[in-house]
């Protein structure tokens, strides 16, 4: 499954070195990445990360826009410089001219909700509660203090949780 996004990406640099008649420096590709993103393009690494689940989710979308996307990025970094805008007219022009794709933003795949717990805490005011991250509550944990911004009285955990 991995190794067709690595042969999209070969063949969307073969056209790209086609079309502007040089080579480009292959990158490091991952499939490690999380969360909502498809694809992202570190240009100074020269590394693509692509979103493993939601490529088996989309494969042909995903193969044919997706990677080109990432893609053109990278190649037109490599041809424009550090100075262009991530979806500028350069990266435009390579969507359009090189892969004819619509230079397309971000992609419209369907990425289920995470259920989160939140941690309750109180303060001296009747009827308040806040919803705490996993992350806020272990800062808690390590002596964090938060205040409530009416009372001024320190946020105390309830003891209950959430899912949401």
């Known amino acids: 499954m991995p190794e067709m996004i690595h042969a999209r990406v070969e063949a969307c640099f073969q056209q790209a070195e086609a079309f502007f008649e040089r080579t480009f420096l292959r990158p490091r590709i991952s499939l490690q990445l999380r969360g909502q993103k ?3 393009a ?3 690494e020269n590394l693509l990360r692509f979103n493993e689940q939601l490529y088996r989710e989309n494969r042909e979308d995903f193969l044919r826009q997706t990677v080109a996307h990432e893609v053109a990025h990278l190649v037109a970094h490599q041809l424009y410089g550090a100075g262009i805008k991530p979806h500028g007219a350069e990266w435009q022009e390579i969507m359009r001219g090189v892969y004819q794709l619509p230079p397309n933003r ?3 795949y369907a990425i289920p909700r995470r259920r989160a717990t939140r941690y ?3 303060c001296l005011c009747p009827n308040q509660q806040f919803p705490f991250s996993a992350q806020r509550h272990a800062l808690v944990g390590k002596g964090r203090r938060y205040l409530c911004r009416q009372c ?3 946020l105390v955990f309830t003891g209950q949780q959430r899912i949401e």
Do not use: D, E, Q, S
């Open 152 to 154: 001024r009285a320190t």
């Open 106 to 108: 971000c992609h419209n």
């Open 38 to 40: 498809a694809g992202v």
């Open 120 to 122: 309750l805490y109180r």
């Open 42 to 44: 570190y240009l100074t």
